[in-house]
């Protein structure tokens, strides 16, 4: 358990990319699963992907074949690679945690940052 921090986000054309990280300090989150979700204007807050301890993943339909979730070896750090940006990715993007297994729910999730928002422009 431990205070998440995203960054990395920002304004981007179609068809780019952008790379996001949530940090904590030590390793906080070393035993957790931990899980990207995303939250546009009008819309509910939705599952993007998320990696297991032992580094099984789970995407999205949105994000398969073009997002990709990694972690560090300490980890402290958890990465979001997003390439062939379009429009609907359009969110503020928010990394959680749990101690557990892989869920696409945003309540089971007791851990949050503050979120990074990403733009992709029309």
């Known amino acids: 358990q431990g205070q998440l921090v995203e960054s990395g986000g920002g304004l981007v054309q179609t068809g780019g990319s952008l790379r996001l990280s949530c940090t904590a300090s030590?390793?906080?989150?070393?035993?957790?699963?931990m899980g990207w979700f995303r939250q546009a204007p009008g819309k509910e807050r939705e599952f993007v992907v998320a990696?297991?301890?032992?580094?099984?993943?789970f995407y999205a339909d949105s994000a398969k074949g073009r997002f990709t979730i990694s972690r560090d070896n300490a980890n402290t750090t958890v990465y979001l690679q997003m390439n062939r940006l379009k429009f609907e990715d359009t969110a503020v993007y928010y990394c959680?945690?749990?101690?557990?297994?892989?869920?696409?729910?945003?309540?089971?999730?007791?851990?949050w940052g503050q979120g990074t928002q990403v733009t992709v422009s029309s």
């Open positions: 990696i297991t301890r032992g580094l099984g993943t």
């Open positions: 959680a945690a749990r101690p557990g297994s892989i869920n696409v729910r945003a309540d089971e999730y007791p851990d």
């Open positions: 030590g390793r906080a989150f070393s035993g957790y699963t």
